[in-house]
């Protein structure tokens, strides 16, 4: 599946695990230079969603194209233009932030030459040219955060994925964090990102929320509102999280 417009195309994504079905017939598609938030409460499936499509795991069915590749023939495609980051995991604690930057760059395939030159250009646009050699585990979380959302561009791919990116940081790193977001989009990469925070879907260009493994509603934070008859989008959230 092609399209000039769409740079994530699903149509009717099913995931199970024996008899539970985290994923059940998603279609939905993600715009170029989209920010895209994916919403939904603890178990609603979003991470599983991800999973697929960073082709970390196969779908039970369903039609999947990312960055113009077939999740099913072409992953090792898919995963060569995506970057990923998750609060759970993003660096290693007993590496330094240059090692970090230096171990992920190599993944990502580049050269020497182009990791210690964008490795010296992040370094100075986050401050960090003094904590080049600090180890992670040293560094403030708010730190960690916008380190890891850089190396996880540091390629220049297509499309990145924030698995719940701003979780345990203060209003103001999100606020920042976010600014990096933007940044991002400008350049042309598309932001698929989740959160718990309602506050950052009005940051969204779409949102959609899932319920119970289904996409529940999908449009820009003002229509939701609209549609809704709600004043912010938390209150779009509970009234579908309540049915």
């Known amino acids: 599946m092609t399209d000039p417009e769409n740079i994530i195309i699903v149509k009717d994504l099913v995931k199970s695990f024996g008899s539970f079905t985290a994923n059940d017939h998603l279609t939905f598609s993600v715009r170029r230079g989209e920010i895209f938030g994916f919403l939904g409460a603890n178990g609603a499936g979003k991470t599983t969603t991800i999973k697929i499509l960073c082709g970390l795991s196969y779908p039970t069915s369903g039609e999947l194209s990312v960055a ?26 007993d590496l330094t932030v240059f090692e970090n930057i230096r171990f992920y760059g190599g993944i990502y395939g580049l050269s020497r030459k182009e990791i210690d030159a964008r490795s010296k250009s992040l370094m100075e646009r986050l401050g960090f040219e003094n904590s080049r050699n600090k ?17 996880a561009i540091l390629h220049n791919p297509k499309i990145v994925f924030l698995d719940e990116p701003t979780g345990g940081v203060d209003p103001i790193t999100r606020r ?7 940044e991002a989009a ?22 959609s929320i899932m319920v119970d493994g289904r996409i529940a509603a999908m449009d820009t934070p003002d229509n939701l509102k609209l549609q809704f008859g709600a004043p912010s989008m938390n209150d779009v959230f509970i009234k579908l999280a309540r049915g």
């Open 68 to 93: 113009g590749f077939d999740i099913y023939t072409q992953r090792e495609k898919v995963k060569r233009n995506i970057g990923y980051m998750s609060q759970r995991f993003s660096l290693y604690d």
């Open 135 to 151: 180890l992670i585990r040293d560094i403030p979380l708010g730190w960690k955060q916008k380190l890891a959302f850089s190396v």
């Open 176 to 182: 920042q964090f976010w600014d990096m977001i933007y």
């Open 186 to 207: 400008h350049r042309g990469i598309t932001v698929f990102v989740t959160t718990h925070y309602m506050d950052e879907a009005e940051y969204c260009d779409r949102v």
